[in-house]
C-alpha cells in the first residue's frame, strides 16, 4: 500500500515555542493532505485539509494562525504550532490521498508542550 | 445524533474468537465505508473499505455494510493477539473529490487475549 511518512513521531518542546510536523507521500502525489488530532480515547477530529499551491481549509473552531499548514509540493504538508502551550499536546497525524482515492495515514505525532 | 456512532468498548475475547464490529450512522449520503485499524500511539492503517451496501472479504476480515439500515460491521475470524488494537470505522459521501474527508466513529479497543 501507499507510505505516508510522518515526522517526527516525537516531541517535547518548551511553552512558547513553534514545532514543526512534516508528512510526506513517499509513493505517489497527493495534490490534497489532512490534518487530524487525537486525544486519549477519542476519535480522530479533523483540523484542517492542506491544499498544493493555495491555501488550507481549517475546520470550525481551529486557529488557522496558530495551526500553519504550507503544503509547498504535491509530496509534502507541514503542520507548524506556534506558540506552543501545554493544551496543545496531543496526537497530530496526517493523511494524504492515493491516485485510487484510498486514504493512508502517516504514524502521528506526539507532542507535549511543558 | 452524531454522524457515526461507534461503541467504544474495550472488547475482550479470547484467541481464536469471532469478534463483530459495529458502527451506525445518520447519514443515508454516505457511501463509502472503511476500517481502520490504528495500534497504540500509531496511525491508522486502512484495513477493508467498500461502496454501497454488500458484504468483501479479505483474509480473515470481513466488511458488512446494510445501508438500509444504515449499519456497517467488520467481523474478524480466528482472532489472535496481534489483532489488539482499535478499530475505527469511517464514511464519505464521494470518495473522487480531493477536499472530502471522512467522518469517523470514536473507534471500538480490541483485546485478544492468548
Known amino acids: 500500500g501507499a507510505v505516508v511518512s510522518q515526522h517526527p513521531s516525537r516531541v517535547i518542546c518548551k511553552s512558547g515555542t513553534s514545532v514543526k510536523i512534516e508528512c510526506r507521500s513517499l509513493d505517489f502525489q497527493a495534490t490534497t493532505m489532512f490534518w487530524y488530532r487525537q486525544f486519549p480515547k477519542k476519535s480522530l477530529m479533523l483540523m484542517a485539509t492542506s491544499n498544493e499551491g493555495s491555501k488550507a481549509t481549517y475546520e470550525q473552531g481551529v486557529e488557522k494562525d496558530k495551526f500553519l499548514i504550507n503544503h509547498a509540493s504535491l509530496t509534502l504538508s507541514t503542520l507548524t504550532v506556534t506558540s506552543a502551550h501545554p493544551e496543545d499536546s496531543s496526537f497530530y497525524i496526517c493523511?494524504?490521498?492515493?491516485?485510487?482515492?484510498?486514504?493512508?495515514f502517516g504514524s502521528g505525532t506526539q507532542l507535549s508542550v511543558l | 445524533q452524531k454522524e457515526v456512532e461507534q461503541d467504544p468498548g474495550p472488547l475482550s475475547v479470547p484467541e481464536g474468537a469471532i469478534v463483530s464490529l459495529n458502527c451506525t450512522y445518520s447519514?443515508?449520503?454516505?457511501?463509502?465505508f472503511m476500517w481502520y485499524r490504528q495500534y497504540s500511539r500509531k496511525g491508522p492503517e486502512l484495513l477493508m473499505y467498500?461502496?454501497?451496501?454488500g458484504n468483501k472479504e479479505d483474509g480473515r476480515f470481513t466488511a458488512q455494510v446494510d445501508k438500509s439500515s444504515k449499519y456497517i460491521s467488520l467481523f474478524i475470524r480466528d482472532s489472535q493477539p496481534s489483532d489488539s488494537a482499535t478499530y475505527l470505522c469511517?464514511?464519505?459521501?464521494?470518495?473522487?473529490?480531493?477536499?472530502?474527508?471522512?467522518?469517523f466513529g470514536k473507534g471500538t479497543t480490541l483485546s485478544v487475549s492468548s
Open positions: 467498500t461502496y454501497s451496501s
Open positions: 447519514n443515508s449520503a454516505f457511501q463509502y
Open positions: 493523511s494524504a490521498r492515493d491516485p485510487s482515492e484510498k486514504l493512508f
Open positions: 469511517a464514511m464519505s459521501r464521494t470518495f473522487n473529490q480531493a477536499g472530502t474527508a471522512l467522518i
